[in-house]
T-cell receptor, first 109, second 111 residues
Framework: SQELEQSPQSLIVQEGKNLTINCTSSKTLYGLYWYKQKYGEGLIFLMMLQKGGEEKSHEKITAKLDEKKQQSSLHITASQPSHAGIYLCGAGNTDKLIFGTGTRLQVFP | DVKVTQSSRYLVKRTGEKVFLECVQDMDHENMFWYRQDPGLGLRLIYFSYDVKMKEKGDIPEGYSVSREKKERFSLILESASTNQTSMYLC??????????FGSGTQLSVL
């Protein structure tokens, strides 16, 4: 079965700093999804990547899928307190999604 | 705006009680899912459904059942709640292989 490993598990950064979160799959990814979760709430969809080498950006968040389609990274530029939360990657090759264990991000002033 | 609504944000129940968690979506999605989320374990799929009156077991179905009598509603049932079922429960829906949309979650505590 496919497994997703995220790193780091936890991240504390100062406001304004850049950061990167990684997601590595045990199998080839056919669709990679990034979600953000505010503490105690549901998941909010950020981006979806499907093609090897694909890169998407939304505001200050950029996600990439490597050429081999087994690893994805999420990069936040000039972090803000509003970026705080749990970031999860999800993957699926059917209608069912599996998720990584998440990366908890804290941004302090 | 798409919407997945879970009936309760917080719920406290006693061991042995029968618990119903309700989820309603207004997007006419075929697929609906129930996950639980625990620290260090991430999201784990309990049950999912591709159509009305249809259900499939996920990775951790033990101790749970589901009901999908109408397309928009997917209920998770804990037949006899136990303390190890204390968790955050998340409902989601999707259409085909598209993005999952999640509800706000229900934090269930079983005492």
């Amino acid at each position: 079965s496919q497994e997703l490993e995220q790193s780091p598990q936890s991240l504390i950064v100062q406001e304004g700093k850049n950061l990167t979160i990684n997601c590595t799959s045990s199998k080839t990814l056919y669709g990679l999804y990034w979600y953000k979760q505010k503490y105690g709430e549901g998941l909010i969809f950020l981006m979806m990547l499907q093609k090897g080498g694909e890169e998407k950006s939304h505001e200050k968040i950029t996600a990439k899928l490597d050429e081999k389609k087994q690893q994805s990274s999420l990069h936040i530029t000039a972090s803000q307190p509003s970026h705080a939360g749990i970031y999860l990657c999800g993957a699926g090759n059917t209608d069912k999604l599996i998720f990584g264990t998440g990366t908890r991000l804290q941004v302090f002033p | 705006d798409v919407k997945v609504t879970q009936s309760s944000r917080y719920l406290v129940k006693r061991t042995g009680e029968k618990v119903f968690l309700e989820c309603v979506q207004d997007m006419d999605h075929e697929n609906m899912f129930w996950y639980r989320q625990d620290p260090g374990l991430g999201l784990r799929l309990i049950y999912f459904s591709y159509d009305v009156k249809m259900k499939e077991k996920g990775d951790i179905p033990e101790g749970y059942s589901v009901s999908r009598e109408k397309k928009e509603r997917f209920s998770l049932i804990l037949e006899s709640a136990s303390t190890n079922q204390t968790s955050m429960y998340l409902c989601a829906s999707s259409s085909g292989q598209e993005v999952l949309f999640f509800g706000s979650g229900t934090q269930l505590s079983v005492l």
